[in-house]
């Protein structure tokens, strides 16, 4: 008989229902794993929200108050899609109630809140993850693969960037993403410097600066307000294995959709990765010069699944169920997953370092 976890999800918009698809399609994803997943309680501050969600999963509980469900003696995780300005609260009640916690990306909306969950964090035993899935990709796993067998030789340089068009619109109206405790660092940002962090390792000194588009935008309620968070960041860092680079996120880069791009070049060998085409990864051998870079078909690669097959497309979808799998593999093996929220809140001081590189226009170490 498998072991069935009871998740409950806050924040049933559309993050949460890409995590909610995630959990019901494990068992068809990893058939053989020794566990499962319910979709057991949900919660939102609006009741029609709620009704919604219940009638396209059947969730069996249902709240507009997040403590009500974190405390639920049945669920035996918690997994946070909210706003990160909402992340703090809802991590701390659930590390009180001592449950297991998958949280999406960033930890939370700046250091101080960072800061607090670290010290809820000493003594708790549960597992908890952030759901940076860029990680969860084939292509990625296969590009560490690289990275960890010597194949690029010393790190030289990297490039990579996350870029996006929705703010271009002038009288668009801006989304939770755009106010106050949010912006373009936090939410594709973030993402890459985890993905630089995870490749090669952590940081030695950065140097970042932003860009706001329009210095007013319509808010939800068609009033016109001041803009306070960046559209544009872009970031040169230096590594503590001796590698430099750029760094840039964008949510005004016309002509992209969702793109994600990096290219690693080390004293051996160079890797280059671009998430509009994520069934390859290319690969460069300086004792192979003549071949050039080569394309290695990662496609639906996971040695953990067996469905629908190895050599099928991969989707944007398909790394979140892998994240998630990860998350509740590591819960029921009782081990640490990666990435941790102690890896999040390395991630937040890296932000705030920029944060603070920008404020003095000036290199700042890192640690």
């Known amino acids: 008989m498998k072991k069935t976890y009871n998740v409950g999800i806050i924040g049933p918009g559309f993050i949460g229902r890409v995590h909610a698809y995630g959990y019901e399609n494990l068992k068809y994803y990893y058939p053989e794993a020794p566990f499962r ?11 029609e929200t ?29 997994d946070i899609c909210t706003p990160n300005i909402l992340h703090r609260e809802q991590i701390l009640e659930a590390v009180k109630a001592g449950k297991h916690i998958y949280c999406e990306k ?22 908890h993850q952030l759901a940076f899935h860029n990680r969860f990709f084939p ?7 690289l990275i960890d067998s010597g194949r690029l030789g010393e790190p ?8 996006h068009s929705g703010s271009l619109e002038k009288n668009k109206a801006m989304g939770w993403k755009q106010e106050e405790g949010a912006g373009v660092s936090l939410d594709l ?10 490749f090669w390792g952590e940081f030695s000194e950065i140097s970042a600066s932003t860009r706001i588009l329009y210095p007013e935008r319509m808010n939800k309620n068609g009033e016109k307000v001041k803009v306070k968070v960046e559209d544009y960041f872009s970031c040169s860092a230096k590594l503590k294995n001796g590698a430099e680079g750029h760094i840039e996120a964008s949510k005004i880069a016309a002509g992209t959709q969702d793109e994600m791009k990096y290219e690693l070049y080390g004293t051996d060998g160079a890797l280059r990765y671009n998430s509009m085409q994520p069934n390859f990864l290319e690969y460069y051998s300086c004792k192979e010069e003549e071949s050039g870079f080569r ?39 009782n081990k640490k997953a990666s990435p941790s929220f102690h890896e999040g809140h390395y991630n937040m001081k890296i932000l705030e370092a920029a944060r603070l590189s920008e404020k003095k226009r000036a290199w700042i170490k890192t640690g």
């Open 295 to 333: 394309h290695i078909p990662t496609v639906s690669r996971y040695k953990e699944s067996t469905f629908p097959g190895p050599k099928f497309a991969v989707g944007w979808t398909r790394a979140h169920i892998h994240s998630i799998y990860n998350f509740i593999s590591c819960v029921h093996e």
């Open 139 to 145: 292509a990625s796993i296969k590009a560490r693969e």
């Open 37 to 47: 997943t319910r979709l057991f309680g949900v919660c939102s501050g609006r009741e």
């Open 189 to 198: 940002g973030s993402h890459i410097i985890d993905l630089i962090y995870f």
């Open 106 to 127: 960033p930890l939370v909306s700046c250091l101080d809140d960072s800061e607090a969950v670290m010290a809820a964090l000493k003594g708790f035993r549960q597992v």
């Open 50 to 78: 709620l009704k919604k969600i219940q009638d396209d999963f059947r969730f069996s509980f249902s709240t507009t108050d997040f403590r009500a469900l974190v405390n639920h003696p049945e669920i035996d995780m918690v």
């Open 156 to 163: 030289v340089s990297f490039r990579i960037a996350y870029l």
